[in-house]
């Protein structure tokens, strides 16, 4: 199922935002932690939003999973996600600092495949604003949610 078509199951279920937002999750964080995800300040974010209004999607080529196709990243949590190891860093750096945007990103990863499939894209969603971000985010943690999305 394409992100998008998820997305469009949230709304036509007919959650109750204040309950949803109510009935999330407390470990969160937790959850966003054991993804690898660092969460960016707010200003961050806004200012990143304020620029372009986008948020992005991973599509694991290898791994397909609807829910973790969800979740929405700025592409300043993309770049934090896909940031070189230490390794790495000594030799690609520079070019990892000229990234400007998620095609930058793309190129980058498929450079950095030599040659080999790159099993990761990206799938662009438009935002209104940081509190969208954030509400579609914490709906696919709520407990009420997953369950609804796991049974249909």
Known sequence: MRTLDLLNKV?????DREKALADIDAS???IIGAENRKPITEEEISEEL????????IIDKNERNAQSECVLYTFK?????????????VTNWEEWEKLQDVDD??????????GMACPYSFETVEVESLEQLQRM????????LKE???NN
């Open 148 to 150: 609804e999305l796991l």
């Open 105 to 114: 990103l793309q190129a980058y990863l498929i450079k950095s495949y030599d």
């Open 137 to 144: 985010n914490e709906y696919l943690y709520s407990n009420e």
């Open 11 to 15: 709304v036509k279920l007919g959650f």
């Open 28 to 30: 969160l964080d937790e």
């Open 77 to 89: 949590e993309l770049k934090e996600l896909f940031k070189p190891e230490e390794e790495e860093a």
């Open 50 to 57: 304020a620029n372009d209004m986008k948020a992005y999607t």
